[in-house]
């Protein structure tokens, strides 16, 4: 048990080395976000058509088709400012799982799968989806960990 221990602190990161790695991670949450965020305002009509298509959601259409691009945008501004970035990456988490239980209920629920995604999600299988969106989950978590300033060097 113990030399089990020791290989853990053996493995710790180093201050700068957990900074970069958040930096990087937030960074890249930031651009799919901001990216999906533009794709979603040129697009609007596009967005909001698809959306009105899904009968769960359809009433609501209007409200979410400009709730979520402004709350991407909102959520990377915070990414990528060294003081917030922290609820950046706890907003990133909350709304990649709801976008991630959304495409999981689609998938076994409706009987047509309208896709509203943009980048290159366009192009995924929904299975593959999901995936991307849990690496980018747990790229968020792991953010989130390294970024706990408790943490001993």
């Given at each position: ?15 700068s080395a957990r900074e ?36 769960i959601i359809g009433s ?24 917030t970035h922290k609820v ?66």
């Amino acid at each position: 048990m113990d030399s089990s221990l020791t290989k853990y602190k053996s493995f710790r990161l180093s201050n700068s080395a957990r900074e970069i790695t958040v930096f990087v991670i937030c960074c890249t949450c930031m651009f799919l976000f901001l990216f999906s965020a533009f794709e979603k305002i040129v697009e609007h009509q596009r967005f909001y058509n698809g959306l009105s298509n899904v009968s769960i959601i359809g009433s609501k259409a209007e409200v979410i088709s400009y709730f979520v691009p402004m709350s991407e945008v909102l959520i990377s501004i915070l990414l990528i400012i060294p003081k917030t970035h922290k609820v950046g990456l706890y907003g990133f988490t909350l709304l990649m799982g709801i976008f991630t239980a959304y495409i999981v209920g689609m998938w076994l629920w409706a009987s047509r799968l309208p896709c509203l995604c943009n980048l290159i999600v366009e192009n995924l299988s929904w299975g593959q989806h999901i995936w991307f969106n849990i690496v980018f989950i747990v790229l968020a978590i792991t953010a989130l960990v390294l970024s706990k300033t408790n943490i001993e060097s």
